[in-house]
């Protein structure tokens, strides 16, 4: 899926499940019914029980909510750590125009602009988009968990909610506190800072997820709370809003200050994204 610093385009904690056809490190053909991690515009993380080869090319299949199938092939092209689940692969559509997922990415230029990142459905046609809310969609989302916005499909504004088909569960995140700047110098922060009531999910490796109360989002970062302490340097991915059981969006940043709370027994943190690569 490509380093933190150069991913093309932002990561969707997502649970799609697809059939897989193969062959394994033995030379061996199966069939294999697998299920995402990740996803992003050019592939997925993707977890199977199978053992791999780096480089080779596999099919694989999709079921849509709407009834449509998609089929595409794609190439081996690193390798996560073994789990309980099996192995854990990231893959890239070799036909790298195709939209497999039949969710809408914004282009990577527009992810400047982005205040928060969130995966969202239109509730009259159900296209799906990765949605840079602002901050008008921002409040009316941490208010309602719906909001109003163009739908390119119906050519009309339209409500946007979460969409339902996502398997990620999480444990109960934590209670808000007081708000702290974003993480950037005065110079850096060329844009408003919005206080938050929304749940953060954290994270420096795959599997270890930390919930954490954001205090305050702008499009250079974010502030939160959290009982584990990162290290000012430290590469971490976040995820603002998160919703357990729903697609999550994980933006790679890192930390720039981190302040002690002992009376609250946690500590303040001001993280800045890492900007990707076109």
Known sequence: MGSRENRRSD?????????VDGVDAENRPFTETARTVVVNRHGALLTLKHRLRMEQELTIRREHTNGTKRETQVRVVARDREGPDGFGYGVAFVDQKLDFWGIEFPSPERAADAVVRLLVECTHCRSQELAYLDSR??????????????????????????????????????????????GSSPAERETTRYDTRLTACVRQD???????VCE???????????????????QIEVAVPYTPGMANVFVPAVVVHVRALPAAGLFRHGVKYVRKES
């Not at 990561?11 to 059939?19: D, G, K, Q, Y």
């Not at 209670?175 to 702290?180: F, G, H, L």
């Not at 795959?206 to 954490?212: F, L, N, P, S, V």
């Open 137 to 182: 969609e921002l409040k009316e989302f941490e208010t309602n968990h719906l909001f109003a916005r163009q739908c390119r499909i119906c050519e009309a504004p339209t409500i946007w909610k979460q969409p339902l088909e996502s398997m990620h569960q999480t444990r109960t995140a934590e209670s808000r506190n007081e708000t702290a700047p974003a």
């Open 206 to 212: 795959m599997g270890k997820e930390e919930m954490a």
């Open 11 to 19: 990561r969707i904690s997502v649970s799609f499940s697809l059939e």
């Open 216 to 234: 305050n989002v702008s499009r250079q970062g974010i502030a939160f709370r959290s009982r584990n302490k990162y290290a000012e340097g430290a």
